[in-house]
Every structure is written in C-alpha cells, then in structure tokens.
C-alpha cells in the first residue's frame, strides 16, 4: 500500500468515525484506534497518540459553542480536571510499560462499557438539595432550557472526584475520552442534568488527552503522518454529525453502533489473549 493510498483511505476512516462518535456521543477514538489496530497494523501506542491529539482538536472546536450558550458548567469541569488530569497522566505513563495485549484488552473492555453506557436511559432531573462540599466549592449552577433557566444541586462530590481520576487514568492509557466513566460520575454520583454533564465532559476532554499526550510525545509515538490526516477527518467529520444530529433519529444510531462497537470489542479482546498486537 502506498503512502497516498494509505492516506486517503485513513483520512476516510477518521471522517466516518468523527462522524459516527458526534452523533452518538463515544467519540472518534472508539473506531480510529481499532481501525489503525485491527486493519492497518499500526502499533497501539501510536494509534493511541492520534487519537488523543485528535480529541484535543474536536473538544476545543465543540466545547467553546457549549461555554457560550451556558450550558457547561465551567467551575465543575475545572474542578474535577484536577483528578482527570493526574489521572491521565499516570495512564499515559503506564501505558508506555504495559504490554500491548494488555492495552488492547482493557480497550475492548472499556468499548463494550461504554457502549451500554450509551444505551442506557439518561435523566435530566434536577436536584432542589446538594451536599456542603457542592456549596463549599461553589459547584452548584444553572442552565438555559426554553422555557428559562434550571437551576441544579450537586451531591456525591467526592464519589464523582475520585471516579473521575479513574477516567484519566484510562484516557491516558488507551487514548479514548473515557465518556462513559465520567458520565457516570457526574449522571449517577453527584446528579448532574444529562444536558450539563454532557457539555462538561466535552469541556474536559482537550484538557486530558492533552496531558496524556504530553508523555506521548516525549517518548515519540505520535507520528505527524499518522496523526494529520486523523485530525482532519474527525473534525470534518464531527462537524458534519452537529450538523445532522437533530435531522435524523438518534437513538436507532447509538444501538447500531453500539453492536458494532461490541464487536470491534470482541475482536479486540480475542486478538489481545492471543498477543496478535
């Protein structure tokens, strides 16, 4: 395969899988990464470095839209990127000494959790009552519906913190967003509204991959050649899925993805027991 063909055909993949991870919230790293992996050959840590330089791009160019219109809650991302922070950077660390099955088997682990994650039913319910360290930290806030603002309590603010450094830890180590942790700490643990939690976790996502991707760059496994034509695709492709997110039916998108996301996974998980990487 020559370099243009290689090129074009990864340029493409990254479109579709921008395309497909704004339209279902997963993000493009759940099919970049299989895709370099499973049918280029490309050795996961530098499918791993593409994709985070990949997520750093789509979440600053999504995320200044939200922190515009009022949604994200600035103060609470910033907060818990404290812990995603640290967390990503000892993955990104760890992951240069783990063994690459190893990596691809908690990938496929992580791909089949974060694919029910999607499918499960999301509540934009409200807390009247949050807990002190809410107001001790000023976690609290609102944001803007169509009928006026919603204000919203937080609670659980530890249990949310520390699943939080979890979620970086993983980020760092196999290159995705982690969304479906920090959903759940944010969803299930302190209370936040889906609508919130969603565009904070965005807000937050530039921010861990770029410290992961620090180590990623000092020890050498990003590649430009790789990581250029990536970055182009997700963009374009993700910009495409904002555009058609509300012309089309959403939740009939996430279930098939999400079976082919489990499958991607299986695959993964199947070559990882049998050292293919």
């Known amino acids: 395969m020559t370099i243009f063909t290689f090129t074009l055909i990864l340029l493409l993949g990254a479109y ?4 497909a991870g704004s339209l279902t919230g997963l993000g493009g790293g759940v099919v970049i990464i299989p895709l370099l992996t499973l049918y280029f050959h490309v050795d996961i840590r530098y499918a791993i470095g593409a994709a985070l330089v990949a997520s750093i791009a789509t979440s600053s160019g999504s995320a200044s839209a939200y922190v ?8 609470l991302g910033m907060f818990l990127e404290i812990a995603t922070t640290a967390g990503a950077v000892i993955g990104a660390i760890l992951a240069i ?28 319910a409200a807390l009247i009552t949050g807990s002190k360290w809410s107001y001790k930290f000023k976690l609290n806030g609102s944001y803007p519906t169509k009928d006026g603002p919603v204000d919203y309590k937080l609670n659980n603010v530890g249990a949310g913190f520390s699943i939080m450094t979890l979620a970086g830890m993983l980020s760092g180590l196999l290159g995705i967003g982690s969304g479906a942790l920090k959903v759940l700490a944010m969803d299930t643990a302190m209370k936040v509204p889906f609508r919130v939690s969603t565009t904070t976790s965005n ?16 020890r ?16 374009a492709g993700a910009f495409t ?9 959403v939740n009939s998108l996430k279930l098939i993805f999400s079976i082919a996301i489990t499958l991607i996974a299986l695959n993964m998980i199947y070559n990882g027991f049998n050292h293919k990487f």
Do not use: C
Request: net charge positive.
């Open 16 to 19: 579709l899988a921008g395309l």
């Open 68 to 75: 515009k219109e009022g949604i994200t809650n600035v103060r």
């Open 97 to 124: 000494y783990t063994p690459v099955n190893i990596v691809a088997i908690l990938f496929g682990v992580m791909l089949i959790f974060s694919a029910a994650m999607t499918l499960r039913k999301k509540s934009e």
């Open 203 to 218: 807000f937050m996502v530039g921010v861990t991959a770029a410290a992961s991707a620090v180590v990623y760059l000092q």
């Open 220 to 235: 050498g496994y990003i590649d430009p050649g790789i990581a250029f034509p990536v970055i182009i695709g997700v963009l």
């Open 241 to 249: 899925g904002s555009k058609l997110l509300m012309k089309i039916n």
